[in-house]
């Protein structure tokens, strides 16, 4: 009898854990006998794309992967389904809705579920399918931890501890030279990766989104720290954070079909505002970037993807499309995606994560 097939894709930032959540949904596949499994390379575009690029993602394709950063069968955050780049006559690019024809292709290739691993954007993408009768079971992935229908997405963790080392570097070099360090940090505008990586790693001051900065009231706090005889001090930012009255920094993107503002800048900008305002100390930034995405998930991270896979699997098997893996600890259970997409999980300003920095001095730029 022919097997049943499930198509996995990977769509939008990587972020590190996707391979594990690939290895899970296929070990757990294997256990049942009568499925295939294969991935679209480059999100939906294997699909899309002719011929077609698809991979058969067997035992022996997924041995050992789950130690990996990044994703086996590739991402795309730019074009897709929804907006898929076409050149026209006159060299103009325009953007056309292929959904339909998507569908249409997977029903030929006698696909009987897709599993979609991505953050908010992808499972925009998913719910839309899913109205369209596609039979589709969500993962949520991001550094950014931004996604309101679950505790914790896989990747975050990975990010803070490698953001937490960098303020740990940057300790002992600005100690070194008593100068002021600022680190900017991802997670557009959530704030969870700079105030968990403020706190583990002991920086002075962190500004995020979630709470608009007065550059006077992060100055005060410099004052206090430098002349209160430490010397140096570390502020951690995130590329989200505003100041007071103002408006987050970043640029449009020249990329085709790249749809979000690419932040950055935020560490800059705060040092020329302190440098405007009279303030002299020495001051460096350095901006983390994609080293936050990169390399081998942690062990939290690997063990929440390995149950978000065999989870995804099984609700493949109990038919729950429509539905995204989520954890509520300390289970993994499912939720609607239109659920999951409707709102954005931002620190809360009287959240105890906040309150636990105040606890303990951190100046988060307000009162
Ligand atoms: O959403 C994940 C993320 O890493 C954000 O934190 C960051 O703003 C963005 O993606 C960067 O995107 P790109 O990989 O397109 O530069």
Same mark, same amino acid.
Not at 126 to 141: A, T
Not at 218 to 234: D, N, P, S, T, Y
């Given at each position: 009898m022919a097997k049943k097939r499930l198509l996995v894709l990977t769509g939008g930032g990587d972020c590190p854990g996707l391979n594990a959540v690939i290895r899970a949904i296929v070990k757990r596949s294997e256990q049942e006998n009568d499925w295939e499994v294969l991935g679209s390379i480059e999100a939906y575009n294997g699909v899309l794309r002719e011929p077609m690029e698809l991979m058969l993602l067997d035992n022996k394709a997924v041995a050992g992967i789950h130690v990996k950063g990044g994703t086996i069968i590739k991402t795309t955050n730019k074009g897709?389904?929804?907006?898929?780049?076409?050149?026209? =006559?006159?060299?103009?690019?325009?953007?056309?809705?292929?959904?339909?024809?998507?569908?249409?292709?997977l029903q030929l290739q006698n696909f009987d579920a897709v599993i979609s691993i991505g953050g908010d954007g992808s499972q925009k993408i998913?719910? /839309?399918?899913?109205?369209?009768?596609?039979?589709?079971?969500?993962?949520?992935?991001t550094i950014d931890n931004d996604l309101s229908a679950?505790? $914790?997405? $896989?990747? $975050?963790?990975? =990010?803070?501890?490698?953001?937490?080392?960098?303020?740990?570097?940057?300790?002992?070099?600005?100690?070194?030279?008593?100068?002021?360090? /600022?680190l900017e940090v991802m997670g557009r505008n959530a704030g969870w990766i700079a105030l968990n990586a403020a706190i583990a790693g002991g920086a002075e001051i962190c500004l995020i989104p979630e709470i608009p900065y007065d550059i006077e009231l992060?100055?005060?706090?410099?004052?206090?720290? /430098?002349?209160?005889?430490?010397? !140096?001090?570390?502020i951690v /930012?995130?590329?989200? =954070?505003?100041?007071?009255?103002g408006d987050v920094i970043g640029q449009k993107s020249d990329d085709i079909s790249y749809q979000n503002i690419r932040l950055g800048g935020a560490g800059i900008r705060l040092m020329n505002e302190l440098k405007d305002s009279g303030y002299d100390q020495d001051m460096r930034v350095t901006i983390l970037g994609h080293l936050q995405r990169g390399g081998i998930?942690?062990?939290?991270?690997?063990?929440?993807?390995?149950? !978000? +896979?065999?989870?995804? $699997?099984? &609700?493949?098997?109990?038919?729950? !499309? +429509?539905? &995204?893996?989520?954890?509520?600890?300390?289970?993994?259970?499912?939720?609607?995606?239109?659920? =999951?997409?409707?709102?954005?999980?931002?620190i809360r300003k009287d959240s105890s994560l906040v309150k636990t920095a105040r606890g303990i001095g951190v100046c988060l730029g307000n009162k």
């Open positions: 897709g389904p929804l907006a898929w780049p076409i050149k026209k =006559a006159n060299g103009e690019i325009e953007t056309v809705d292929r959904t339909d024809e998507l569908i249409r292709k998913s719910q /839309i399918l899913y109205e369209k009768g596609l039979n589709i079971i969500g993962v949520p992935k679950t505790d $914790f997405t $896989f990747g $975050f963790e990975t =990010a803070v501890d490698i953001a937490t080392d960098a303020v740990d570097k940057l300790v002992s070099t600005a100690e070194s030279h008593n100068r002021v360090i /600022i992060v100055k005060e706090k410099l004052h206090e720290r /430098i002349i209160g005889g430490r010397g !140096f001090a570390i /930012i995130a590329e989200g =954070a505003i100041p007071v009255g998930p942690n062990a939290f991270d690997r063990i929440l993807a390995t149950q !978000f +896979g065999v989870r995804a $699997f099984e &609700m493949v098997l109990e038919k729950k !499309f +429509g539905q &995204m893996v989520s954890y509520r600890h300390p289970d993994i259970v499912s939720v609607s995606i239109k659920e =999951a997409i409707s709102k954005y999980n931002v």
